[in-house]
């Protein structure tokens, strides 16, 4: 998830939760998603542990780390299901090919979603045969009534509308946050839901990080919830321990993707950063645990 391309040759997404700020700092009441830590984030439900994008690993996530911020990929089937898939064709993760905007939500649900997960380089295939399927969207809001998740609108027209939808039909507009490569698309998700839990588009971001070194800084107002940036983007933007505590008092929550290495982790979280998102989210877990920072 969360790369935008910067110029040719830099990846970043920005996307932005308002988390753990205070009111008063912020000038704006702190959303429910907020009122509790992100600082674990399972990257398409934690890919590295088990089939990525499925119930099975956000069911297992959200057992095992009930707090944990939950990320996603969603995308639309030819006849208008919002499905979680990172990719644009099945290839990689199931025992189907093709285009997921070709097929339908029938063809989609007869694949089998754990087909190719491994965690020895293909020695075993431990999920093969299991019945896991790609879910929808609704699906996953239904199975885990309680748990907060971050949902990346893959570049397709109509999925905004669509996704807006379940999240209204689904009473789950306070605890879903949402993010997009397309500035146009996100500003379609905010016209039909205006408080809409969502991430800074690009150019948003740019303007935000530049009004962070103006003297004007303190008459800023967020205009989105989360800054969702990779480590480079984190160091081309000069961004030190200091201006982590600015954004934090604005109501800006600045998460890191995609870290696996508990080291980087731990460097990331003294410096200040709210969340991080990683593939091992077990590993993140115990750095957390391990600088007593889970309740923070």
Same mark, same amino acid.
């Given at each position: 998830?969360?790369?935008?391309? /910067?110029?040719?040759?830099?990846?970043?997404?920005?996307? /932005?939760?308002?988390?753990?700020?205070?009111?008063? %700092?912020?000038?704006?009441?702190?959303?429910?998603?907020?009122?509790?830590?992100?600082?674990?984030?399972?990257?398409? =439900? =934690?890919?590295?542990?088990?089939?990525?994008?499925?119930?099975?690993?956000?069911?297992?996530?959200?057992?095992?780390?009930?707090?944990?911020?939950?990320?996603?990929? %969603?995308?639309?089937? %030819?006849?208008?299901?919002?499905?979680?898939?990172?990719?644009?064709?099945?290839?990689?993760?199931?025992?189907?090919? =093709?285009?997921?905007?070709?097929?339908?939500?029938?063809?989609?649900? %007869?694949?089998?979603? =754990?087909y190719r997960f491994t965690r020895d380089h293909g020695k075993t295939f431990p999920y093969r045969g299991k019945g896991i399927v790609v879910p929808t969207l609704a699906e996953v809001l239904q199975a885990l009534p309680h748990s907060r998740f971050l949902i990346e609108l893959k570049l397709q027209v109509g999925l905004a509308e669509t996704t807006v939808k379940v999240l209204q039909e689904a009473d789950a507009l306070d605890r879903v946050a949402v993010a997009s490569f397309s500035v146009p698309l996100m500003e379609q998700a905010r016209r039909l839901a205006p408080d809409l839990i969502c991430c800074y588009d690009f150019n948003q971001g740019l303007e935000m990080v530049k009004r962070l070194r103006q003297p004007d800084w303190p008459s800023y107002k967020p205009t989105a919830d989360i800054l969702a940036i990779d480590e480079d983007m984190m160091h081309e933007f000069k961004l030190e321990p200091a201006d982590l505590q600015a954004l934090r008092r604005k109501g800006i929550t600045v998460l890191i993707h995609t870290i696996n290495n508990p080291e980087r982790m731990s460097r990331l979280l003294d410096a200040g950063v709210a969340s991080v998102l990683s593939d091992r989210p077990d590993l993140l877990a115990d750095v957390i645990a391990q600088r007593g920072a889970l309740g923070r």
């Amino acid at each position: 998830m969360f790369t935008y391309a /910067l110029g040719a040759a830099t990846a970043v997404l920005l996307c /932005l939760p308002t988390a753990f700020a205070s009111e008063a %700092a912020s000038g704006r009441a702190v959303k429910p998603f907020f009122s509790k830590p992100l600082v674990l984030g399972a990257h398409r =439900g =934690g890919r590295s542990l088990w089939p990525e994008n499925t119930l099975e690993a956000f069911k297992n996530a959200a057992a095992r780390w009930p707090d944990a911020l939950l990320e996603g990929d %969603a995308q639309l089937t %030819a006849d208008g299901h919002v499905v979680l898939l990172h990719d644009k064709t099945v290839d990689r993760t199931t025992n189907g090919t =093709g285009p997921v905007v070709e097929m339908t939500l029938a063809e989609i649900k %007869a694949l089998d979603a =754990g087909y190719r997960f491994t965690r020895d380089h293909g020695k075993t295939f431990p999920y093969r045969g299991k019945g896991i399927v790609v879910p929808t969207l609704a699906e996953v809001l239904q199975a885990l009534p309680h748990s907060r998740f971050l949902i990346e609108l893959k570049l397709q027209v109509g999925l905004a509308e669509t996704t807006v939808k379940v999240l209204q039909e689904a009473d789950a507009l306070d605890r879903v946050a949402v993010a997009s490569f397309s500035v146009p698309l996100m500003e379609q998700a905010r016209r039909l839901a205006p408080d809409l839990i969502c991430c800074y588009d690009f150019n948003q971001g740019l303007e935000m990080v530049k009004r962070l070194r103006q003297p004007d800084w303190p008459s800023y107002k967020p205009t989105a919830d989360i800054l969702a940036i990779d480590e480079d983007m984190m160091h081309e933007f000069k961004l030190e321990p200091a201006d982590l505590q600015a954004l934090r008092r604005k109501g800006i929550t600045v998460l890191i993707h995609t870290i696996n290495n508990p080291e980087r982790m731990s460097r990331l979280l003294d410096a200040g950063v709210a969340s991080v998102l990683s593939d091992r989210p077990d590993l993140l877990a115990d750095v957390i645990a391990q600088r007593g920072a889970l309740g923070r």
